[in-house]
């Protein structure tokens, strides 16, 4: 995937819904735009490329090309954490790297949105798996008390990306479409 297009199909999507978003907002004041920073981090890639156990090459290739992304104001909001923020949560016990119910192979947080729902790709097939609120003991995920239930959300990392920009490009019409939302 180019990342790289990817960012400025984004930046382009975010210049169309933000109008509409600051209109709806204004008497709030003028609101923080949603970036897509692009500058890769050579100190937390060389970490990461280093992890115990090594991190998903999909993983990798994004964070070769884009830092973070923050999309607040894109419906329930999207956040794509920072490279060291993955890095960090790999020996966090709040953050899941299991979940047996959905997968047997392990996972790395790397997303999230406003509702507190994390995105963790498969460290062997590159799967972007969806985790709703629900408990999580020493890494190990442990339900959901969202009715939408955790589960395989886009086949890597591009697709859920492309899913991301879709939910962008939609989210600028006036007829925005909730049926896109992950």
Do not use: C
């Amino acid at each position: 995937m180019d990342y790289l297009r990817w960012r400025d199909d984004m930046r382009r999507a975010i210049d169309g819904y933000l109008p509409r978003i600051q209109a709806i907002f204004a008497r709030f004041g003028q609101l923080e735009p949603d970036t897509v920073t692009d500058e890769a981090d050579p100190v937390a890639l060389r970490k990461a490329r280093e992890a115990d156990p090594p991190l998903p090459p999909s993983l990798l290739e994004l964070y070769a090309s884009i830092r973070e992304a923050s999309f607040e104001h894109l419906h329930n909001a999207y956040f794509i954490h920072s490279l060291d923020w993955v890095l960090d949560s790999l020996h966090r016990s709040g953050i899941p790297a299991w979940a047996p119910e959905v997968t047997a192979e392990r996972l790395a947080v790397f997303a999230s949105d406003g509702g507190g729902r994390t995105f963790a790709v498969g460290y062997r097939s590159g799967t972007v798996f969806r985790l709703p609120v629900g408990g999580v003991v020493d890494q190990v995920y442990e339900g959901s008390i969202d009715a939408i239930g955790p589960g395989g959300i886009a086949k890597d990392i591009p697709d859920f990306l492309d899913r991301l920009l879709r939910i962008a490009e939609a989210f600028s019409d006036e007829d925005y479409q909730e049926h896109l939302i992950m």
